[in-house]
């Protein structure tokens, strides 16, 4: 297992980094903060940067307002649009466009895939986001296939054993161009030293898996770990959004409960009578009969409590996110809120069963 690793080289190596990123020297507005935690928190969840649109309609945003904020993150180098555009090519630490290193979220069941800018980049993801994923790469000499999983921050497998990372730049310029096409995997320290032959004007070193961790921990982590505003945290609206789900389904199988206690009081008697349990009766079975006869007069509180849930329940599954919604995961993922609203119908089918037994069974 290797976790991160604090050498002097690698503390070097992220100083550095974050003085050539710049993003220090800028001090975000609420909304600026917003768009830019956003645009990090969709990023694995549609396994691409999200549109104008979509930031737009998620933080209340006119699109014009949107597009300057994008404008301001790309001056600042926090993110990369397309020449002439809007669209989002990067944002450190993913890509919109292919790269070498794809990165999978293996017990996030609403990510998908993304592609990471950089290797260190793709060790930086599990600091920034709190979750564990693997990686697959590619050894940037040989093209030899390299794979890494790590769990609760640290890389629990590796292959090949002896793989390292070469973290410095190329060419002068923004660091996308500079230093990520350049920062890689590699199967090995020879293979490192035959693809530096290749570049007369790279400037670093190579560094081991677990100095490459700390240097991504230390650039990508305060990133997404304190919010400007508290209602706008994409990783807490997430488990807000899992909350809310569980809020459903707890509300729709109580306003079921109410619904069978509603029609039990009327079903009950003529199960009994079936059962020959009578006037006169006597023992456990007449006692419950007698219970159920108690109930009675309590029906209509059972039916109005019934519908008090189920209503509850309905406007949870079918309510519009809140603008203040960091992510769709916010509020609750559209598969999620698909399945709330499935099993909702089919309860709130079944109460209706129980709330009109009396009609049907013509009592």
């Known amino acids: 297992m290797i976790g991160p690793t604090a050498t002097d080289r690698a503390k070097t190596l992220a100083s550095m980094a974050r003085t050539m990123l710049g993003w220090d020297q800028h001090t975000l507005s609420a909304q600026d903060d917003a768009v830019r935690r956003y645009i990090l928190a969709q990023y694995p969840l549609q396994g691409q940067a999200p549109t104008v649109q979509d930031i737009s309609q998620a933080l209340g945003l006119t699109p014009e ?15 990369c649009l397309e020449p002439e555009s809007s669209r989002i090519r990067l944002a450190y630490p993913f890509s919109s466009v292919p790269t070498p290193h794809v990165v999978k979220f293996d017990q996030w069941p609403e990510a998908k895939p993304v592609y990471a800018q950089c290797a260190i980049d793709a060790l930086g993801l599990p600091f920034m986001l709190r979750r564990d994923l693997s990686i697959t790469s590619s050894c940037a000499s040989c093209a030899k296939a390299i794979t890494i999983t790590v769990r609760d921050q640290t890389i629990v497998a590796h292959s090949p054993s002896d793989t390292v990372v070469w973290a410095g730049t190329i060419q002068e310029g923004p660091v996308a161009a500079s230093a990520c096409p350049a920062i890689n995997f590699f199967c090995s320290a020879a293979h490192v030293e035959e693809w530096l032959r290749k570049q007369p004007n790279a400037v670093a070193s190579v560094i081991s898996l677990g100095e490459a961790l700390y ?43 109410a619904a069978f206690l509603a029609s039990l009081c009327c079903i009950g008697p003529l199960v009994f009578a079936a059962l020959g349990v009578g006037v006169g009766a006597t023992g456990a079975l007449a006692s419950t009969a007698g219970f159920l006869k108690a109930l009675l007069p309590y029906r209509p509180v059972f039916v109005g409590l019934t519908l008090l849930l189920l209503g509850i329940s309905f406007y949870q599954a079918y309510r519009k996110p809140s603008s203040a919604c960091a992510t769709e995961a916010g509020c609750a993922s559209r598969s999620a809120n698909g399945l709330n609203r499935t099993w909702l119908w089919m309860i709130a089918a079944v109460a209706l069963v129980l709330v009109l037994a009396p009609f049907w069974l013509a009592l």
């Open 65 to 79: 307002d949107t597009k300057t904020i994008l404008q301001r993150l790309h001056a600042w180098d926090m993110l």
């Open 215 to 257: 240097v991504g921990k230390a650039i990508f982590e305060p990133l997404l770990a304190t919010p400007s505003h508290p209602n706008l945290d994409p990783l807490e609206s997430h488990d807000a959004g899992l909350s809310a789900t569980g809020t459903v389904a707890s509300t729709s199988i109580a306003g079921l409960v």
